[in-house]
């Protein structure tokens, strides 16, 4: 799961800009700008290079989690056992998952190392609502990793719901943890484990919980 991780903040922070044509299809143009903006600031900014994890965190925050449906993806992470959780706790898990996410995301921003990153041009139908954004990250002297973003139509614009890595869901992933704790220790359980994983992340700084 690190690897996935640390590979899946590298396409955030390491995209090759090919330029967005006058036909870019709105889903894959957010990707391309998303990165570039991402890289930008990293690139200019000597605390996140350095490891500040407040400033990266920040940047976390404002240009990366608003392009993601948490709720959804939580919903999917949950898996069968979401219908079983009352409203109170699904409002946490989402909030719980989501600073696990970030917390976890936020040691990847020092590893940047030029890699690249190909956005593969999109051919979507005009009424389609659901799309898959693929990329590679390129290194040198080794095979083109693909890594994919699933994203859909919402009324607050496209947001990623799921992303795979050599076909690896990052969903999927913590579906399975997530399912043996709820047969375990219900709900509540799973709520209490999250919430032990992001202070043990986080130390004495507050995690944001606040869900987007």
């Known amino acids: 799961m690190n690897k996935i991780i640390t590979l ?3 396409v955030l922070l390491a995209c090759v800009s090919l330029g967005a044509r006058a036909d870019t299809p709105e889903p894959e143009a957010l990707i391309r700008n998303t990165v570039d903006e991402v890289l930008a600031i990293v690139k ?13 965190i920040e940047l976390v925050d404002a240009k990366v989690l608003p392009h993601f449906n948490f709720t959804r993806m939580t919903r ?3 898996g069968k056992n979401w219908g079983s959780a009352t409203p109170e706790q699904k409002k946490v898990l989402e909030i719980e998952f989501r600073n696990l996410l970030v917390r976890t995301y ?6 940047y190392q030029n890699q690249e990153v190909e956005v ?10 659901e799309v ?16 994919n973003y699933d994203m ?25 943890t997530f399912a043996e704790k709820i047969q375990k220790s219900g709900i509540d359980g799973l709520i209490k484990m999250l919430v032990e994983k992001n202070q043990a992340q986080t130390g004495t700084m507050s995690p944001k919980a606040t869900s987007k």
């Not at 200019?44 to 990266?56: E, S």
């Not at 936020?106 to 590893?111: P, R």
């Not at 590679?136 to 095979?143: A, L, R, V």
């Open 8 to 10: 899946w903040m590298g």
């Open 44 to 56: 200019r900014d000597k605390d996140i290079q350095t490891g500040n994890t407040k400033k990266v």
């Open 76 to 78: 999917l992470a949950v």
């Open 106 to 111: 936020t040691t990847a921003f020092t590893t």
């Open 120 to 129: 593969k041009p999109l051919k979507m139908a005009n009424d389609a609502n």
């Open 132 to 147: 898959t954004i693929k990329t590679s990250i390129i290194n040198k002297g080794k095979p083109p990793l693909p890594v």
């Open 152 to 176: 859909e139509k919402t009324a607050h614009g496209w947001k990623v719901y799921d992303l795979s890595i050599e076909g690896v869901s990052l969903v999927t992933n913590y579906r399975g």
